[in-house]
């Protein structure tokens, strides 16, 4: 099983870093594959520290991939590094092994702080609609325009019916990042 959360590594300055990842969680360890190139790949390799933030505001992610990079970070607990300020909870990692690829290495990192910041309210589909656009956003290189237009036109409907005013945000900032994007140019508006 695949889970969304925004990861903070720090780069060669100390300053954070934060960028939505995909993580599999596997008992005391949870393992990341970043893309290569990317900052977070080279701040892994570099700090060997992260931490996984587990949030429901789906702007941060939304934001992440499309500018919006400057969120409120608060120091971390156990290990150098930082969390976001409002986050439901994070996870503090440290870097055990590295399973080397030419696209994605895997790192491998124990889990050594856990922490509960606020309670989960529960699903909404606007916010699962908006994590779903946020990863066609990262992948609009290999995408076909077909592809997108029909999956955000799906996507729509569920951020049309139950998004409140942070999902609405966020999607929009996705659009206009697709229309924006030389190889699509999506032009799909929500009601």
């Not at 934060?18 to 990317?38: K, N």
């Amino acid at each position: 099983m695949i889970f969304e959360g925004v990861i903070a590594t720090r780069d060669a300055a100390g300053a954070p870093h934060l960028a939505p990842m995909g993580f599999r969680r596997e008992g005391t360890r949870l393992s990341v594959a970043p893309y290569v190139p990317s900052a977070t790949l080279d701040n892994l390799r570099g700090d060997g520290r992260a931490v996984m933030n587990l949030v429901d505001d789906v702007r941060v992610i939304a934001g992440c991939l499309t500018g919006r990079r400057e969120w409120p970070v608060l120091p971390a607990t156990r290990i150098a590094g930082w969390r976001l300020a409002e986050c439901l909870g994070h996870l503090e990692l440290e870097v055990r092994v590295i399973d080397d690829h030419p696209e994605r290495p895997r790192f491998h990192c124990d889990i050594v702080h856990h922490a509960e910041h606020a309670p989960f309210a529960g699903f909404n589909r606007a916010q699962a609609a908006v994590l779903e656009a946020a990863i066609l956003h990262s992948r609009l290189d290999w995408l076909a325009p077909e592809k997108l237009r029909d999956e955000m036109r799906y996507l729509a409907i569920a951020v049309d019916k139950t998004a409140g005013p942070r999902e609405r945000e966020a999607w929009d900032w996705l659009l206009a990042a697709m229309a924006a994007h030389p190889r699509h140019r999506l032009r799909l508006t929500s009601s």
